[in-house]
């Protein structure tokens, strides 16, 4: 994998970190929760091809930071992944959820889940 596919990923994650702040100033939550699922997963995506990993055909964004945390022997983002467990499972209902079952989530769920969002992707 090339180093144009990694900043590629980048910049769709950027894209989806814009749509996330238009889908909050609608109230839409559920699409915005969708957004940093897709932000997330791109951007880590991105940083397991910067280390050389061709990552897995996987969606699941717990999966893919575990992944990453294993490759780096990073123990601190192992630790973020635990601490944030129930909403990264959060975002992972929300991309299942945007294609196959219609459910909604509220505004402070979207903004808990987005501080945990920041944290994780100021620390990969």
Do not use: W
């Amino acid at each position: 994998m090339s180093r144009e596919e990694a900043e590629a990923l980048k910049d769709r994650c950027r894209n989806y970190l814009e749509t996330y702040e238009f889908h909050m100033s609608r109230e839409m939550y559920a699409l915005a929760m969708f957004d940093l699922e897709q932000a997330l997963q791109l951007y880590v995506k991105a940083k397991l091809l910067e280390e050389g990993v061709a990552y897995p055909r996987t969606h699941s964004v717990r999966r893919l930071l575990e992944i990453l945390a294993d490759v780096k022997g990073d123990d601190e983002l192992m630790s973020l992944i635990r601490k944030y467990a129930i909403e990264l499972r959060l975002l992972e209902e929300a991309y299942i959820t945007s294609r196959y079952v219609a459910i909604e989530f509220r505004k402070d769920e979207v903004l808990k889940v987005k501080k945990a969002f920041d944290e994780v992707m100021n620390h990969v």
